[in-house]
């Protein structure tokens, strides 16, 4: 079953234009993840937030976390037409070792027109 | 690039039948984990795989099982094929230590028909 959902589903804008998309979970978690993935293809690592950190930054992405409402965001900044893609929320709540086993949300597919 | 490969890239199977898909790991991890990806939706965790032991289950049948090598590549097998096992299937390796990132392999797109 799926840990939790993303919010919107589908997101179309112009390019330069900023891409707001939310996620939210039910279980307590060590980190989430967000993933990006082209036209059913692999998906791509974007950044990982830990529970105890509340904002990431990477290049053109911004990513919070509130651990109280269970829920992150990742904001695309000045976006381009090729950051078209589905974008997924993964949170991995393992409590042992041994590297990450994510559950992920349905996705959000965004669409950056030129 | 990721450094994750899997084989084939395709595949069409006939119901009933069984399938091997095949995963190699990005150099220094030990740890490979197998989801399944149905169209429009995320993937979904099938079984995780750590110094050729499994590690951890998601709420798969038996008829789904696994194997890892001593050079950290894998293994997914699928028995008794369904109409609804096709999907994408991706395979994802990391480090050992809590909460690292995963890196994904291009997937493995099953048709059963």
């Known amino acids: 079953s799926q840990q939790g959902e993303e919010d919107p589903q589908a997101l179309s804008i112009q390019e330069g234009e900023n891409a707001t998309m939310n996620c939210s979970y039910k279980?307590?978690?060590?980190?989430l993840q967000w993933y990006r993935q082209n036209s059913g293809r692999g998906l791509v690592h974007l950044i990982l937030?830990?529970?105890?950190?509340r904002e990431k930054h990477s290049g053109r992405l911004r990513v919070t976390l509130d651990t109280s409402k269970k829920s992150s965001s990742l904001l695309i900044t000045a976006s381009r037409a090729a950051d078209t893609a589905s974008y997924f929320c993964a949170t991995d709540g393992r409590g042992e070792t041994s590297g990450s086993r994510l559950t992920f949300g349905e996705g959000t597919q965004l669409t950056v027109n030129p | 690039e990721t450094g994750v490969t899997q084989s084939p890239t395709h595949l069409i199977k006939t119901r009933g039948q069984q399938v091997t898909l095949r995963c190699s790991s990005q150099s220094g991890h030990n740890t490979v984990s197998w989801y399944q990806q149905a169209l429009g939706q995320g993937p979904q965790f099938i079984f995780q795989y750590y110094r050729e032991e499994e590690n951890g289950r998601g709420n798969f049948p038996p008829r789904f099982s696994g194997l890892q090598f001593p050079n950290y590549s894998s293994e997914l097998n699928v028995n008794a094929l369904e109409l609804d096992d096709s999907a994408l299937y991706l395979c994802a390796s990391s480090g050992n230590r809590r909460g690292t990132e995963a890196f994904f392999g291009q997937g493995t797109r099953l048709t059963v028909v």
């Open positions: 279980t307590s978690i060590n980190n």
């Open positions: 937030i830990r529970s105890n950190e």
